[in-house]
Nanobody
C-alpha cells in the first residue's frame, strides 16, 4: 500500500556532504511527521531528525548545525542534507513517515534504508 524509497547514500570522505531523499508513494491521504533515523553496527537505531507537517524540525544534538531536514509536500518527499560528515555518522539511514491512508487508517512506515559511510 505504501512505499518509502530512500536514495542518496554512499561513501564520502570526512568533511564531505551527502543529500538523502525519501519518496513516498501509495494510497496516502495525509502526512504528519516525517523523519530520518540511523543505525550503526552494534548500536540501536536512533533518531536523527524529524520535521512536522507544518515544517517545524528537530535534531539529535550530535548533528545540529551540520544536518538539515526538509520536505516537499507536493512530491511526498523528505530530504536530509548532511554536511561536515564525520566517521561517527556512518550508519544505515532509514526514512520514517507517520501518515494516514485513503482508508483513513493511520500508521508508521519505514523505508528500506540507505548506507552512509564516512571514511578516508
Amino acid at each position: 500500500q505504501v512505499q518509502l524509497v530512500e536514495s542518496g547514500g554512499g561513501l564520502v570522505q570526512p568533511g564531505g556532504s551527502l543529500r538523502l531523499s525519501c519518496a513516498a508513494s501509495g494510497s496516502i491521504l495525509r502526512f504528519y511527521a516525517m523523519g530520518w533515523y540511523r543505525q550503526a553496527p552494534g548500536k540501536q537505531r536512533e533518531l536523527v531528525a524529524t520535521i512536522a507537517s507544518g515544517g517545524r524540525s528537530n535534531y539529535v544534538d550530535s548533528v545540529k548545525g551540520r544536518f538539515t531536514i526538509s520536505r516537499d509536500n507536493a512530491k511526498n518527499t523528505v530530504y536530509l542534507q548532511m554536511n561536515s560528515l564525520e566517521p561517527e555518522d556512518t550508519a544505515v539511514y532509514y526514512c520514517n513517515a507517520d501518515l494516514v491512508l485513503t482508508t483513513l487508517l493511520r500508521g508508521d512506515y519505514w523505508g528500506q534504508g540507505t548506507q552512509v559511510t564516512v571514511s578516508s
